[in-house]
């Protein structure tokens, strides 16, 4: 009867309203994880992905948007890189600019050196030359021996150094006798490293003594003629590079001690 049709069109709409709603719901639940995964990747995370699935527009939408997630994070990380590239030529060339800033002064200071040496004053020769010895070595103490033109005796004529207590035991008998004596027959470097600290002299920096570390005695000569010895005493062994340029300054230095005598 019509009762029943009645009731029955009411429990369909009935019906057909509440799978609306659960669909509507379920939507709604859909973009709003959507919605969130847009406002995690609008923040910055682009590693953020939606986790929904499906064949419908939402599907698709959710493919869309974890695809131009992937694509941008694939260009930060890209740029990322460019940068860690950018930043390491940047500290290769500031380290090229020290290196060339450390040479320009190294032959700056080597032209000065030079320059200072080109007089016939000993006195004054010596000293600059030892000076720049102890600054090439970054010698803490320094002696320069000499031969005597009569005796042919080596005499020290300049010394230098941080401790002159140390410096008056860091040769305590004849030189011709001890390292500079044995440096200057030979002709050639002695390099004595790894010193025990109670063998050599401490010094003094003030606050507290410091033992030494290496000791060079480096024999001055011109055209194969003994000229001089040189004493350093340094806190630490010198390196390679520096010791090539305490070559040449000692090879220049003998030809103006030569001029000298």
Not at 75 to 86: G, N, P
Not at 110 to 115: A, K, R, T, Y
Not at 165 to 182: F, M
Not at 239 to 259: E, H, M, P, V
Request: charged share 25%.
């Amino acid at each position: 009867d019509d009762s029943v049709i009645q009731l029955a069109s009411f429990g369909l709409v009935i019906l057909v309203l509440f799978l609306v709603l659960v669909f509507l719901r379920r939507t709604n639940k859909r973009l709003a994880r959507l919605a969130s995964v847009a406002v995690e990747i609008g923040s910055g995370n682009f590693s953020s992905r939606s986790e929904e699935k499906g064949n419908d527009s939402i599907g698709n939408l959710a493919a869309a948007v974890n695809d131009m997630a992937g694509r941008i994070q694939g260009s930060v990380d890209q740029l990322h890189i460019q940068q860690q590239e950018l930043e390491k030529s940047r500290v290769r060339l500031e380290e090229k600019n020290e290196q060339l800033s450390r040479e320009h002064t190294r032959q700056a200071s080597f032209g000065q050196f030079l320059s200072d040496i080109n007089t016939v004053d000993i006195n004054k020769l010596t000293k600059k030359g030892l000076d720049y010895l102890m600054y090439l070595s970054e010698a803490v103490l320094g002696q320069f021996y000499i031969v005597d033109k009569s005796t042919k005796l080596l005499y020290k004529i300049v010394e230098n150094g941080i401790d002159k207590t140390a410096l008056k035991e860091l040769v305590s008998h004849e030189p011709d006798s001890g390292l500079p004596g044995e440096a200057f027959r030979k002709n050639e470097w002695i390099v004595v490293d790894g010193i025990e600290n109670e063998v050599f002299p401490k010094v003094n920096l003030g606050f507290s003594p410091v033992g030494l570390k290496t000791i060079y005695a480096l024999p001055v000569s011109f055209q194969g003629k003994g000229l001089g010895v040189i004493i350093l005493a340094c806190f630490r062994t010198v390196s390679d590079k520096r010791l090539q340029n305490i070559q040449n300054s000692i090879d220049a230095l003998g030809s103006g001690l030569s001029n000298a005598f």
